[in-house]
C-alpha cells in the first residue's frame, strides 16, 4: 500500500520525463482548508520548527481561517481530469472535513472518475454519506491509545474522543482502504500496542505508524529502540484482517540521511500540493515555503499553467521523505553501462 516503486508503474509519465516534458501529475494533494478543529502540537504546519510554517501562518494566528472556494475547487478537479490526473487526495493543511462543501468536492473528484483519499481527524466526518462511502482510501489520525494523551497530544477536549471512535465504529464495512494514522511523539509511543489493539476491537483494518518531520531531524526522539520495541509488540497482534503499516523505521533513514544527494527530483512531477492559498507546491515536504511554490491560481487556471519544475535542486531540501520513490525514478530515467548484464 505504501510502496516507494509506485512511480514505476506509470510507465507513460516516465518515458515523457525521458523524453524531456513534463507529464501531467498522477496525484493531487488538494487542501480545502488551512483552519482546523484541533491543534496538534506536532503538527508541520503549525510547531515551532515545522517543516511548512513560512507561508502558512500570520503574525497573529498559526491556524488561519483561509479556505480554498469551492468554484475554484471544482475548476482545479474539472482541470486535472482533464490533464490526466488519476487521484485526489483531500488533506491538509487545515482538516478537510471543515470545510462547508468538502462532501460536493469530494462527490465532484468522483464523478469525474479520479480516485479519491481522504486524510482527516474524523470529528466533522460524515461516515454515512455516500461521498465519504465512495473514498477510494480514508485514514483518520488519532495519534493515542487512551483519551488523555489523545486530549494532551491534539489539545482538545475528551468528546473529541468519543467522537472519532464512535465515527471509526461506524465505518466497519467501509469499501475501500482503511486505517488509522498514529504519529509517534515523546508523549504517545507508549501507547502504539493499545491502539492497536483497539483497531482490532473495532475493526480497523491498518493502523499506520509515522514519525515527525521537523527541523530537529533525528533530535526530535529521545529514545528510538524503545520506541521499535513498543511497535514490535503492536505487531503481535496483526492478524489475517488487521495488520501494522510501519513507516516509522523509513520516516527515521529519511530524517537521518537529511538532504538528498542527488540533484534531479523526480517525483514533483508524480504529485503535486496545491494548498488553501491557491498556490501550487512541490510537494506536501515543501508546502507553504518559498522554494517550493511553483505558481498561484488565483488568476488562472491550473489546466493553462506552465508547472515549470527547472532549476530546483532536491539537495537544497532539509530533509525528504520521498528519496525512495526519486531514487526508483532517477533509476529508469538513466540507463546503467553494460545494461543487458544483470
Not at 491543534?39 to 491556524?63: I, P, Q, V, W
Not at 503499516?245 to 530524517?255: A, K, Q, T
Request: proline residues 4%; charged residues 20%.
Amino acid at each position: 500500500m505504501y510502496s516507494q516503486f509506485k512511480p514505476l508503474h506509470h510507465v507513460d509519465r516516465l518515458d515523457k520525463l525521458r523524453a524531456g516534458i513534463a507529464p501531467a501529475p498522477v496525484h493531487v494533494q488538494l487542501i480545502l482548508s488551512d483552519l482546523c478543529n484541533q491543534d496538534c502540537h506536532f503538527c508541520a504546519y503549525r510547531m515551532s520548527g515545522g517543516l511548512s510554517t513560512e507561508l502558512f501562518g500570520t503574525d497573529k494566528t498559526h491556524n488561519p481561517n483561509r479556505k480554498m472556494p469551492t468554484d475554484k475547487a471544482i475548476e482545479i478537479l474539472d482541470d486535472c481530469a482533464a490533464m490526466g490526473v488519476k487521484a485526489i487526495q483531500f488533506t491538509g493543511g487545515g482538516e478537510p472535513t471543515v470545510h462547508a462543501q468538502h462532501l460536493e468536492i469530494i462527490h465532484h473528484a468522483q464523478r469525474l472518475g479520479m480516485n479519491t483519499g481522504l486524510v482527516t481527524n474524523g470529528i466533522k466526518l460524515d461516515v454515512d454519506h455516500p461521498a465519504i462511502q465512495a473514498l477510494d482510501w480514508l485514514r483518520i489520525s488519532v495519534d493515542a491509545g487512551h483519551c488523555d494523551t489523545y486530549v494532551k497530544t491534539r489539545r482538545v477536549t475528551a468528546a473529541h474522543w468519543d467522537r472519532v471512535w464512535a465515527n471509526i465504529r461506524a465505518l466497519e464495512g467501509f469499501k475501500g482502504h482503511f486505517g488509522i494514522g498514529f504519529v509517534v511523539t515523546n508523549d504517545n509511543y507508549e501507547e502504539i500496542p493499545v491502539a492497536a489493539i483497539r483497531c482490532v476491537e473495532d475493526f480497523v483494518p491498518y493502523l499506520r505508524i509515522g514519525a515527525v518531520f521537523s527541523v530537529q531531524g533525528m533530535r526530535f526522539y529521545d529514545n528510538v529502540q524503545e520506541i521499535n520495541d513498543y511497535i514490535a509488540t503492536a505487531k503481535e497482534f496483526e492478524t489475517d484482517d488487521f495488520k501494522i503499516v510501519d513507516l516509522f523505521g523509513r520516516r527515521l533513514s529519511d530524517l537521518e540521511n537529511a538532504s538528498p544527494d542527488y540533484e534531479f527530483c523526480g517525483y514533483q512531477y508524480f504529485t503535486i500540493y496545491i494548498g488553501a492559498d491557491l498556490n501550487v507546491y512541490r510537494c506536501c515536504n515543501t508546502a507553504y515555503t518559498t522554494p517550493g511554490k511553483l505558481v498561484n491560481l488565483e488568476n488562472q487556471r491550473l489546466f493553462d499553467t506552465a508547472l515549470g519544475r527547472g532549476g530546483f535542486d532536491a539537495r537544497s531540501c532539509r530533509f525528504c521523505q520521498f528519496q525512495g520513490q526519486n531514487r526508483a525514478i532517477n533509476a529508469m530515467l538513466t540507463t546503467p553501462e553494460d545494461v543487458n548484464f544483470t
